[in-house]
């Protein structure tokens, strides 16, 4: 995916009211979000997530939505809960915030996989 794209893909998932204000939710039942405090776990969401992070990707809290961007299309965004830090990724797609590295393996109607690799 070329660069202007994801540019345009995380500034239409900023202008979302919906995205940006959605209330953090607690992880499903079978995520662990202490497993995801090195940036290495799989993260399958329903809800949005947020869970702490390792000093040094220098994130604070890191939160994890599905969104849906310009009324096309379902993508995950990434995001620091205190410095700005955001990325929005399409299934199947690999990107990094700060250091920490993101694979979006899926996203469904329902919800969306997906797997920090430190």
Do not use: W
Request: charged share 15%; aromatic share 4%.
């Amino acid at each position: 995916m070329s660069r202007k794209a994801i540019t345009a893909l995380t500034l239409a998932a900023c202008m979302l009211p919906g995205a940006a204000l959605a209330a953090p939710a607690s992880a499903d039942a079978e995520n662990d979000l202490s497993d995801c405090y090195d940036g290495t776990c799989t993260l399958t969401v329903t809800e949005p997530v947020t869970f702490p992070v390792d000093p040094r990707y220098r994130l604070s809290d890191v939160r994890v939505s599905k969104v849906h961007v310009a009324g096309m299309f379902h993508a995950v965004m990434i995001q620091s809960t205190n410095s700005g830090a955001a990325t929005t990724l399409g299934a199947g797609t690999r990107g990094s915030i700060n250091g920490l590295s993101v694979h979006v393996q899926r996203i469904t109607d329902t919800d969306a996989t997906v797997r920090f690799e430190g």
